[in-house]
């Protein structure tokens, strides 16, 4: 049975993933840390207050929980990071190595995810290969890659059991995203539901990797469950669901509110991210290592999207 310490609860993943974590391994096993005061479901287990820049503090809580496995998501998103490049540095490569050296002395399992934000303009844009070039020109894309090798460089200097994914934009009705330049893909949803009509500030015709979380949590706790021997990437896992852009959206929305619109305002610096990203990545490392599948297509993920949004918001 793991013990796990999460980091970043309180985000988009993180919110979810202690309840789909909790009903796993139990409800006492799941220790949530936050920098922000627990809230929801969250208050039904153990929670402590965490900045991840607190080295010392992670140690304590992990000592005090006597968990085996770190699960780090605590972290800025893309469109964040580019407004304050040097506090999203700090943040994520200071939170990423100071989770990873307690994982060393403490001997426990680790996961982070990484993105498919690593990737960046010279990469192959269509079905992006599990190993290829990653020149990526975000702070976000730039972390994530020093990210991944972090991963990798724990695992074979220190043999720290490292695991992760690259997770494409995540769609979700329970807890929203902030500061991801794929959120677009959630308030589409809302706005179907609250005004029938939506504008999008990613441009028509634009294409990136989408995934309902669900299906996103799942993978988290395959993989950590996979057997190690059979892994040979470990640390960064190309996993999707859906490649989309905005009006594949409309449409899927459009059957179900026939009147909805989608109309375009371009915001210019999360274009200029979601241009260098993938158009789709290919999964089949994930798949062959540690059996990814994904069990909703963007129709399925619809209906359901705007079934539970308009009981939560009615
Ligand atoms: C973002 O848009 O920054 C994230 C991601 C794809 O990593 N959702």
Redo the contacts with the bound molecule.
């Keep these: 049975m793991k013990r796990i310490l999460v980091t970043g609860a309180r985000g988009?993943i993180g919110s979810e993933l202690i309840t789909k974590l909790r009903g796993v391994y139990g409800n006492d096993n799941i220790i949530a840390t936050d920098i922000r005061t627990a809230e929801g479901e969250l208050k039904e287990g153990p929670f402590e207050i965490l900045d991840v820049t607190d080295e010392k503090r992670i140690f304590e809580i992990a000592k005090k929980h006597q968990v085996d496995t770190i699960m780090h998501l605590a972290a800025l998103?893309?469109?964040?990071?580019e407004k304050m490049p040097k506090i999203a540095w700090d943040i994520n490569m200071g939170g990423l190595v100071n989770t990873l050296e307690v994982a060393r002395e403490l001997k426990l399992q680790f996961f982070t995810?990484s993105?498919?934000?690593a990737f960046g303009p010279s990469t192959p844009k269509v079905q992006t290969p599990q190993d290829t070039l990653q020149r990526p020109t975000t702070m976000?894309g730039v972390n994530?890659v020093a990210g991944e090798l972090l991963c990798d460089y724990y695992y074979e200097r220190f043999g720290v059991d490292t695991r992760g994914v690259r997770?494409?934009?995540?769609i979700s009705y329970v807890a929203p995203?902030g500061?991801?330049?794929?959120?677009y893909a959630v308030e589409i949803y809302y706005e179907a539901i609250k005004q029938k009509a939506y504008t999008s500030y990613i441009a028509e015709g634009t294409y990136?990797?989408m995934m309902y979380m669900p299906d996103a949590l799942e993978a988290i706790v395959q993989l950590m469950e996979a057997d190690s021997t059979k892994l040979v990437h470990r640390n960064a896992f190309n996993i999707s669901a859906i490649s989309a852009e905005p009006m594949d959206f409309a449409k899927a929305i459009q059957n179900h509110i026939p009147e909805f619109e989608i109309a375009f305002n371009v915001d210019p610096v999360r274009q200029r991210?979601a241009d260098s990203?993938p158009d789709s990545i290919d999964s089949s490392a994930a798949e062959a290592e540690w059996g990814f599948k994904a069990k909703y297509d963007i129709n399925s993920m619809t209906k359901e999207m705007l079934e539970k949004i308009a009981e939560k918001i009615k």
Aim: hydrophobic share 35%; aromatic share 12%.
């Design positions: 988009q998103l893309s469109a964040t990071a995810p993105s498919i934000g976000y994530k997770f494409p934009g995540l995203p500061g991801g330049t794929t959120d990136m990797d991210i990203w």
